[in-house]
Nanobody, 117 residues
Framework: QVQLVESGGGLVQPGESLRLSCAASTLISSNYDMRWYRQAPGKQRELVAAITNRITTTYANSVKGRFTISRDNAKSTVYLQMNSLKPDDTAVYFC???????????WGQGTQVTVSS
């Protein structure tokens, strides 16, 4: 069982930045692909960014050029750097870990990001 704990959310104004962190309870190294999802009120959960065990990254079109996902395997932590935030980025952000060998995934509890003036 993998436990994921997100942190770094908060209330910011449009144009500002936040960095989210996701700490895993196990070594993520080469065994896990890591992802960030978000869910806004009344909307479906959507994939924001992903980073594979080989450090290949993908992004939703809505965040390309503004968000950067990275991972520090030694710290078992994944980050989401969010710049030029917009009100549409307001959502609960969830960390997701996929155990590659079995296709099993794990979720964190989420962290709230609110972008408002």
């Amino acid at each position: 069982q993998v436990q994921l704990v997100e942190s770094g959310g908060g209330l910011v104004q449009p144009g500002e930045s936040l960095r989210l962190s996701c700490a895993a309870s196990t070594l993520i190294s080469s065994n896990y692909d890591m992802r960030w999802y978000r869910q806004a009120p009344g909307k479906q959960r959507e994939l924001v960014a992903a980073i594979t065990n080989r450090i290949t990254t993908t992004y939703a079109n809505s965040v390309k050029g503004r968000f950067t996902i990275s991972r520090d395997n030694a710290k078992s932590t994944v980050y989401l750097q969010m710049n030029s935030l917009k009100p549409d980025d307001t959502a609960v952000y969830f960390c997701n870990a996929v155990y590659i060998a079995l296709g099993r995934d794990y979720w964190g509890q989420g962290t709230q990001v609110t972008v408002s003036s």
